[in-house]
């Protein structure tokens, strides 16, 4: 590992000139500390431990930092550039924080693969530094809405890759427009970063994610996904629901953790949120509150201004054109803004 160079925008580096140049930045206080982030990256990388330290990003429960093996990210590296046909000296761009796996892993690449790496700050606003154009970069959902604005500035990427939280109907629809082929990877930080990816554009568009190579799937009494992989020290049990089309091939549906039961009736939230994604603009999410009747009862929680009592009525009038009988909300209620993870994702327990 120590003998492995990397290519930061165009110049090559060996480790010692790496260790030189990371010591640099990362003392130096003026520089940003996204960057600051990069570079600690790479000195831990470098080190002689054969693991890095990582923080999950927290989605059902408090973020808490793990060990992951340095040789099984190496592993999850090949499957990548396998899967993309990532080739040495194809241009790579960092837009996402390097304090977390899948920034992490974009360094891990360029180092593995030969890649080029070039970075910029890990903001919505990411595409206003893009000049040239890039073979691959990774972002979040919140990234890909804003580059969304600017068609010109997608066009300088040949492949998108969107992780880190659920596409929603409104947003993939307008993800058809744009000429760079588009992603939609499954993964954490557990099975260190995508195990899964499904093309979300173009005549290859499909709701079920492809393993990568080696990976297959299984799903246990609850439908929750098991990842079965050669990279990783063991099998892993998700609390994610699936569609399983055979062991290599799956359709997301919800989180366990996140399904209502109201009335005896268990109602996966994501379904339902899918359903009426349509009718309602403003960012949204579907929860449950505690009800002594039903024990829990289903609210629809709207981000923004509340609506006057005409708009909500009219949209409760249109919501059960679309959802059945035991679905429709019992409440429609507003909030300023959601609490979200690092990635973007909706922290529906705080959303209430």
């Given at each position: 590992m120590q003998n492995k160079t990397l290519t930061i925008e165009g110049i090559t580096y060996t480790p010692k000139e790496l260790f030189e140049i990371s010591g640099k930045i990362i003392l130096n206080p003026a520089e940003p500390e996204w960057k600051r982030d990069i570079f600690d990256f790479i000195l831990d990388w470098m080190d002689d431990r054969d693991f890095v330290?990582?923080?999950?990003?927290?989605?059902?429960?408090?973020?808490?930092?793990?060990?992951?093996?340095?040789?099984?990210?190496?592993?999850?590296?090949?499957?990548?550039?396998?899967?993309?046909?990532?080739?040495?000296?194809?241009?790579?761009?960092?837009?996402?924080?390097?304090?977390?796996?899948?920034?992490?892993?974009?360094?891990?690449?360029?180092?593995?693969?030969?890649?080029?790496?070039?970075?910029?700050?890990?903001?919505?606003?990411?595409?206003?530094?893009?000049?040239?154009?890039?073979?691959?970069?990774?972002?979040?959902?919140?990234?890909?809405?804003?580059?969304?604005?600017?068609?010109?500035?997608?066009?300088?990427?040949?492949?998108?890759?969107?992780?880190?939280?659920?596409?929603?109907?409104?947003?993939?629809?307008?993800?058809?427009?744009?000429?760079?082929?588009?992603?939609?990877?499954?993964?954490?930080?557990?099975?260190?970063?995508?195990?899964?990816?499904?093309?979300?554009?173009?005549?290859?568009?499909?709701?079920?994610?492809?393993?990568?190579?080696?990976?297959?799937?299984?799903?246990?009494?609850?439908?929750?996904?098991?990842?079965?992989?050669?990279?990783?020290?063991?099998?892993?049990?998700?609390?994610?629901?699936?569609?399983?089309?055979?062991?290599?091939?799956?359709?997301?549906?919800?989180?366990?953790?996140?399904?209502?039961n109201s009335g005896g009736i268990k109602i996966s939230p994501e379904i339902l949120e899918k359903k009426i994604a349509h009718l309602i603009k403003n960012r949204f999410c579907i929860a449950g509150i505690k009800d002594k009747t039903l024990g829990q009862k289903l609210v629809l929680i709207i981000e923004g201004t509340p609506f006057d009592k005409q708009t909500i009525k009219t949209l409760k009038n249109k919501i059960l054109e679309v959802v059945e009988k035991h679905e429709n909300p019992k409440e429609i209620l507003f909030t300023n803004s959601f609490t979200e993870t690092s990635t973007g994702k909706i922290v529906r327990k705080n959303s209430i």
């Amino acid at each position: 590992m120590q003998n492995k160079t990397l290519t930061i925008e165009g110049i090559t580096y060996t480790p010692k000139e790496l260790f030189e140049i990371s010591g640099k930045i990362i003392l130096n206080p003026a520089e940003p500390e996204w960057k600051r982030d990069i570079f600690d990256f790479i000195l831990d990388w470098m080190d002689d431990r054969d693991f890095v330290e990582v923080k999950t990003s927290g989605t059902t429960g408090d973020p808490k930092t793990i060990k992951l093996s340095k040789k099984r990210m190496i592993a999850s590296a090949k499957l990548t550039g396998e899967y993309f046909d990532l080739l040495p000296e194809n241009r790579i761009l960092l837009s996402l924080p390097a304090k977390y796996i899948a920034g992490k892993m974009m360094i891990v690449r360029a180092i593995v693969l030969g890649l080029d790496l070039h970075f910029v700050s890990p903001s919505s606003g990411f595409w206003k530094e893009i000049n040239s154009n890039f073979d691959f970069v990774a972002v979040v959902p919140l990234q890909i809405k804003t580059l969304l604005k600017h068609p010109a500035k997608a066009n300088y990427f040949k492949t998108i890759l969107i992780g880190g939280a659920a596409l929603d109907t409104a947003l993939e629809n307008e993800l058809q427009q744009l000429s760079a082929a588009i992603f939609h990877s499954y993964g954490m930080t557990e099975t260190i970063t995508h195990v899964a990816i499904r093309t979300v554009n173009g005549k290859e568009h499909s709701e079920y994610y492809r393993a990568l190579s080696g990976i297959s799937f299984s799903v246990n009494r609850d439908n929750c996904l098991t990842v079965h992989t050669s990279h990783l020290d063991k099998n892993f049990t998700t609390n994610d629901i699936v569609q399983l089309q055979d062991k290599h091939h799956f359709k997301w549906l919800g989180r366990a953790d996140n399904v209502i039961n109201s009335g005896g009736i268990k109602i996966s939230p994501e379904i339902l949120e899918k359903k009426i994604a349509h009718l309602i603009k403003n960012r949204f999410c579907i929860a449950g509150i505690k009800d002594k009747t039903l024990g829990q009862k289903l609210v629809l929680i709207i981000e923004g201004t509340p609506f006057d009592k005409q708009t909500i009525k009219t949209l409760k009038n249109k919501i059960l054109e679309v959802v059945e009988k035991h679905e429709n909300p019992k409440e429609i209620l507003f909030t300023n803004s959601f609490t979200e993870t690092s990635t973007g994702k909706i922290v529906r327990k705080n959303s209430i």
